[in-house]
Every structure is written in C-alpha cells, then in structure tokens.
C-alpha cells in the first residue's frame, strides 16, 4: 500500500549481531524491488535491488530476499554496526500501462538503532 | 556523495509564496526524478523528466509543476504554498529512461518550511 510516516517500526540490535528488517508490499504486479537506506539529513542511499524472478540476492554483507507467494521482503545485514544505524525503506516499481516508468513506491520505513 | 546536487538545502517562506527548488543530476544521467518526503505521507514520487521531456506522473498537485532544460537540470517550481507543504524534497536521476533495474540515485534534498 501507500507509504505511511508515522510510527515508524524500530529495530534495536547490538553491534555484531545480524539483522532483518521486513517489508510488506501489496501489488502482486510489482516486479522489482529495491532497498535504501536513508541516514539523518540525507537523502536515500540505494543498498541493493531484486527482480520478481530471483527470491533471494546477496551483496555485500547484505542479503534480500523475496517471497513472492506471500508478497514479503527483507533485507538482512550482517555484523551490524553503528554505521548501519539509519532509516531502510523498501521500494516498488511496477510496469505501467505497458511501459516501464521510474515511479518508485516506497514502504513506510523502519528505523534501526545499532548500539555498540 | 550521489552526485546528485540539490539547491537550496533549506528554504523558510510564508503561504501563499511561490518557490524553485533545483536539481542537477549525475553526469551522463538523463532521468530526474521528485520526491516529497513528509511525516505524514512518507516518500512520495512527485514527477519523472527524461531528456527534458514529461516521462511519468504521480500525486503532484496542480500548484506544483516541474521541468528540464537541456542542460538536464531540473527545477520544482512550489506555488501558492500552504502549511502542508513543508516537507523535505528529493531529486533522483538515473542513466536511462527508468526502466526497471534502473538506479535511482538521490541528492540530499531541499527542506522547504511554510510559515
């Protein structure tokens, strides 16, 4: 669905530990799916992206996965740190009337803390 | 550092006002993309130029209109401002014409507060 501001999830971890953040996306027709990360003061950072057809895509010491059957995405971080700490929105985009636009549909956000 | 610039970073104006926000996109990107970004509504898209021509429209209003000059620059120009207004907006470009599979890399954005 649309995106909504407030009330923003949160994800507390410890640095060193592993985390996964999940994103829920309505419109079956959406194909393609990206992760960014969106620090205090700036503006979203790509982190990595999937198609439709895969269900799971590793970078580094990141890994999407996509479960299609039940419209869901994560993003897990491994070793996370203090770094890491920022807002991580998931993003649709969709064919549209037979055209690919770069409309991108941005989830709500969650926000994850890493306290050293 | 996307390479996306964005001026200003900060913009405080009164309702009613009128104001341009301006983006340049990474070199060799011909696509720019807006953003609003509010509490309530979250990250929304705004509009998509390519190579200076309307390519995709979201929930722009009718105050807001938006363009790009050959130079690929792009300007968001806000009218007749009203309190909603105030949010933080975002300028994106990528190399083509948004296909899927398409980066969209973001500038830092321009935090417009009416007063």
């Known amino acids: 669905g649309e995106s909504v501001g407030l009330h923003l999830p949160t994800l507390s971890v410890q640095e060193g530990d592993n985390s996964i953040i999940n994103c829920a996306y309505s419109?079956?027709?959406?194909?393609?799916f990206i992760w960014y990360k969106q620090e205090s003061g700036k503006g979203p950072q790509f982190i990595i992206d999937?198609?439709?057809?895969?269900d799971k895509r590793q970078g580094q010491r990141v890994t999407v996965l996509l479960n299609k059957t039940v419209k869901h995405l994560s993003l897990q971080i491994a070793a996370t740190q203090p770094g890491d700490s920022a807002v991580y929105f998931c993003?649709?985009?969709?064919?549209?009337?037979?055209?690919?636009?770069?409309?991108?549909?941005f989830g709500q956000g969650t926000i994850l803390t890493v306290h050293p | 550092d996307s390479g996306v610039t964005q001026t200003p970073k900060h913009l405080i104006t009164a309702t009613g006002q009128r104001v341009t926000l301006r983006c340049s996109p990474r070199?060799?990107?011909?696509?720019v993309y807006w953003y609003q970004q509010s509490l309530d509504q979250g990250l929304q898209f705004l509009i998509q130029?390519?190579?200076?021509?309307?390519?995709a429209k979201g929930n722009i209003l009718e105050r807001f209109s938006a363009q790009q000059f050959p130079d690929l620059h792009s300007e968001l120009n806000l009218s007749s401002l009203e309190l909603g207004d105030s949010a933080l907006y975002f300028c994106?470009?990528?190399?083509?014409?948004?296909?899927?599979?398409?980066?969209?890399?973001f500038g830092p954005g321009t935090r417009l507060l009416v007063l």
């Open positions: 994106a470009s990528s190399v083509g014409r948004g296909h899927r599979g398409e980066t969209q890399y």
């Open positions: 419109n079956s027709a959406s194909d393609y």
């Open positions: 999937i198609r439709s057809n895969m």
């Open positions: 993003a649709e985009n969709r064919e549209a009337g037979g055209t690919s636009y770069g409309k991108l549909t």
């Open positions: 070199s060799g990107d011909l696509s």
């Open positions: 130029y390519y190579n200076g021509e309307e390519r």
